[in-house]
């Protein structure tokens, strides 16, 4: 065989490895979290807890998760996943091959998931707690927060209470909320081929622009921030931008800005560095009155009595 073959079959053969590890990776994401449920409970409430520092909750067992509607999938630190192993609670490990993004948005490959239940406090019941079986959880070497993403959040009603400072969790919609604008699931990564995306986003009209689509993001960077641009945009402000020394961003502290057919001021920052999308709003701060995320609905809803 000629060296010319040789490296044709080569390369063939690279090809094919590489669409099989592709292959292996959507159908293992196809296969994610599809088997988690709900046992049946009296009312309507999932889960109750207050928004902190990086919008942190805790479960009984200690550990603090994250909520973050920015991460397409939930997470556990390899750690944690040991160490709930050791203290008896059920976790069961498997091998996978999964390439997908991070909670920080950036690409990863993992190669190990846990399957566990998930417990919230249930308000609604005294003494209680609402458990989701058999959620599934990405295990991140390097990690050292655990994540619930919208592969769990995506089939939940995400309610703010914003003078409560709380946010509650619901099966369905809480009375007295009307819509006034859509949430979309789509991105232009992996997922979106594969009907895979999870990640959500409402169309706003920021600086008197045409309406565009700007990722729902919490927690990490976006803690600080309601509504992130890329920072060439800062050229089309159409109110002052100054620098913030102390953050390193450029900030436009009083900017229009329309969603559905509400109008309400924001600052806006200018930044590269934030996050991995270029457009993104932090919902738990930009809205500054109570609201809803109907993800099931895929619509965001205002509390009518409350604004």
């Known amino acids: 065989m000629s060296n010319k073959r040789k490296i044709i079959l080569s390369v063939l053969c690279l090809l094919l490895v590489v669409a099989g590890a592709y292959a292996y990776s959507v159908w293992q994401l196809s296969r994610l979290n599809t088997s988690f449920y709900f046992m049946d409970t009296p ?6 807890f207050s928004v902190g520092e990086s919008n942190v909750i805790h479960q009984p067992s200690g550990n603090e998760v994250t909520f973050a509607l920015g991460s397409r999938h939930s997470f556990i630190a390899h750690d944690d996943a040991v160490r709930l192993k050791e203290l008896g609670y059920p976790v069961e490990f498997s091998n ?3 390439l997908t993004t991070a909670p920080t948005g950036q690409y990863h490959i993992f190669t190990k998931k846990v399957k566990l239940d998930v417990t919230f406090i ?3 019941l005294p003494d209680s707690t609402f458990v989701i079986h058999d959620v599934e959880l990405l295990v991140r070497p390097d990690g050292t927060r655990n994540v619930i993403g919208m592969d769990i959040l995506s089939k939940m009603v995400i309610e703010r209470l914003w003078p409560e400072n709380i946010v509650n969790l619901y099966k ?5 909320y009307y819509e006034v604008s859509p949430i979309k699931f789509h991105d232009s990564t992996l997922g979106n ?12 009209s920021v600086n008197d622009e045409e309406p565009r689509d700007y990722y729902l993001v919490t ?3 976006m803690w600080n921030y309601e509504i992130v641009q890329p920072k060439k945009n800062r050229l089309l402000a159409t109110t002052p931008v100054e620098w913030d020394s102390i953050k390193g961003v450029y900030v436009q502290g009083r900017c229009r800005v329309n969603f559905g057919n509400r109008l309400r001021y924001s600052s ?4 590269d560095d934030v996050h991995s999308a270029r457009y993104v709003i932090n ?11 109907d993800m099931p609905g895929r619509r965001l809803m205002i509390h009518r009595t409350r604004e």
């Open 43 to 48: 009312g309507n409430l999932i889960g109750s």
């Open 122 to 124: 249930n308000p609604s």
């Open 172 to 176: 369905e919609v809480p009375p007295s």
């Open 96 to 98: 996978t091959l999964i």
């Open 219 to 221: 927690a990490d960077k």
């Open 193 to 204: 081929y594969v009907r895979l995306n999870g990640r959500a986003s409402i169309p706003l």
């Open 268 to 271: 806006v920052v200018y930044s």
């Open 283 to 293: 919902p738990l701060r930009f809205f500054d009155q109570d609201f809803v995320l």
